[in-house]
């Protein structure tokens, strides 16, 4: 069974600093899409970034990056120079190619940015 | 502009009263999807529809109904709520074919239900 799990349900950054956000997947399909989104309090899903499982260089999207470690199974969100603004819950995501639209959700870790 | 909207926004009902939450999209996306959201359990797939008139469970699809007559609507329907399924409902799109940004999905704002 697919499964997605993100260990951390809070997390503390300084302003400007750099952040990881883990997460760590299960699943025997061979094509996949990993995702991550962002909820601010505002409640609305924001996409962040995608990794497909055979890309074979890990994604970037401006301040985020994704660490893709497929042997590991793990697809680490990282945030470059922290702004308040990123204080937000996060949701790392995952869906399978071969399984239609079929996608399971982390349960999301809560980023806070101090100043 | 490209979006998914939902309706209503929020709601409140009694048990067992029965109610429609309406999706549309504009952007001519094959697929469509429901999720809801609850404490500590992030998002889980209620129903999904690959195209107009094929549509198939997700994880947590008991107590719901959905049905794609048209490639931009897809209602979800619960009919006889109950007081379990008081949550936050999303809806979500995404084209068929991946793009430069993978298979992303795009989101509606959301609807809050609260059954008494």
């Known amino acids: 069974a697919q499964k997605i799990t993100q260990t951390q349900p809070g997390m503390f950054v300084q302003e400007k600093e750099a952040v990881t956000l883990d997460c760590t997947y299960d699943t025997s399909d061979p094509s996949y899409g990993l995702f991550w989104y962002k909820q601010p309090s505002s409640g609305e899903m924001i996409f962040l970034i995608y990794q497909g499982s055979y890309d074979q260089q890990n994604a970037t999207e401006g301040r985020y990056s994704l660490n893709f470690q497929k042997a590991r199974k793990s697809a680490n969100l990282v945030i470059s120079a922290s702004q308040l603004g990123d204080s937000a819950m996060y949701f790392c995501?995952?869906?399978?190619?071969?399984?239609?639209?079929?996608?399971?959700f982390g349960a999301g870790t809560r980023l806070f940015v101090k100043a | 502009e490209a979006q998914v909207t939902q309706n209503p926004r929020y709601l409140i009902t009694v048990t067992g009263k029965k109610l429609t939450v309406t999706c549309s999209q504009n952007?001519?996306?094959?697929?469509m999807s429901w999720y809801r959201q609850d404490p500590g359990l992030g998002l889980r797939q209620i129903y999904y529809s690959m195209n107009v008139e094929v549509t198939d469970k997700g994880d947590v699809p008991e107590g719901y109904k959905v049905s794609r007559k048209e490639k931009r609507n897809f209602p979800l329907i619960l009919e006889s709520p109950s007081p379990n399924q008081t949550s936050l409902y999303f809806c979500a799109s995404r084209p068929r074919v991946s793009g430069s940004n993978g298979e992303t999905q795009y989101f509606g704002p959301g609807t809050r239900l609260l059954v008494l």
């Open positions: 952007m001519n996306h094959e697929y």
């Open positions: 995501a995952m869906s399978s190619n071969t399984g239609g639209f079929k996608t399971i």
